[in-house]
Antibody, heavy 125, light 107 residues
Framework: EVQLVQSGAEVKKPGESLKISCKGS????????IGWVRQMPGKGLEWMGI????????RYSPSFQGQVTISADKSISTTYLQWSSLKASDTAMYYC??????????????????WGQGTMVTVSS | DIQMTQSPSSLSASVGDRVTITCRAS??????LNWYQQRPGKAPKLLIY???SLQSGVPSRFSGSGSGTDFTLTISSLQPEDFTTYYC?????????FGPGTKVDIK
């Protein structure tokens, strides 16, 4: 079974660092892009960035560039999302998702087809 | 960034109703449009990609249409499990922005 399993909920204080993980299984981890999506409490979905585990090529949304770091360790089929100094505004559910690539005569389409269960991050003093 | 809007932001309907949700992009995105369903406390689920292609395993009562800047998601006959929130997403250019969501609740 193809799945993404994320690390557990975290409670941190402002200024602390954090690294959460997303482990893939049931497929060749190195050849699918993995993205990260933020969902603040009661709010919508925000695309944060994406990484190709095969060579760690990474793209960030301008809104999150410099605020987080996305990385991968293909030897253990795991991607990471990390913060060096958390803020209260980082309180949110964070999802990882595998990007599926679909080709037809009219184009090359991409969508998040497999999702992790989410990691809740709470930042509070 | 490409901005995505959805309308309505919420709607009330009954089991068996036909429901249409609209998504609009701030610029032309061809058919690079996805739809997701998210139930409370759960991760989103891909319903439709490339504006109109049904993801494997998704019931055929869901359909998508549109191209350019205007898109629709239609649920032909609402089932009890469909009362939840739906998001569109453009996959034309990074960042692949999402719409703000449409909540479908029971009338």
């Amino acid at each position: 079974e193809v799945q993404l399993v994320q690390s557990g909920a975290e409670v941190k204080k402002p200024g602390e660092s954090l690294k959460i993980s997303c482990k893939g299984s049931g497929y060749n981890f190195t050849i699918y892009w993995i993205g990260w999506v933020r969902q603040m409490p009661g709010k919508g979905l925000e695309w944060m960035g994406i990484i190709y585990p095969g060579d760690s090529d990474t793209r960030y949304s301008p809104s999150f560039q410099g605020q987080v770091t996305i990385s991968a360790d293909k030897s253990i089929s795991t991607t990471y999302l990390q913060w060096s100094s958390l803020k209260a505004s980082d309180t949110a559910m964070y999802y990882c998702a595998r990007r599926g690539d679909y080709y037809d005569s009219s184009g090359y389409y991409r969508a998040f087809e497999i999702w992790g269960q989410g990691t809740m991050v709470t930042v509070s003093s | 960034d490409i901005q995505m809007t959805q309308s309505p932001s919420s709607l009330s309907a009954s089991v068996g109703d036909r429901v249409t949700i609209t998504c609009r992009a701030s610029q032309s995105i061809s058919s690079y449009l996805n739809w997701y369903q998210q139930r409370p406390g759960k991760a989103p689920k891909l319903l439709i990609y490339a504006a109109s292609s049904l993801q494997s395993g998704v019931p055929s009562r869901f359909s998508g249409s549109g191209s350019g800047t205007d898109f629709t998601l239609t649920i032909s006959s609402l089932q009890p499990e469909d009362f939840t929130t739906y998001y569109c997403q453009q996959s034309y250019r990074t960042p692949f922005t999402f719409g703000p969501g449409t909540k479908v609740d029971i009338k």
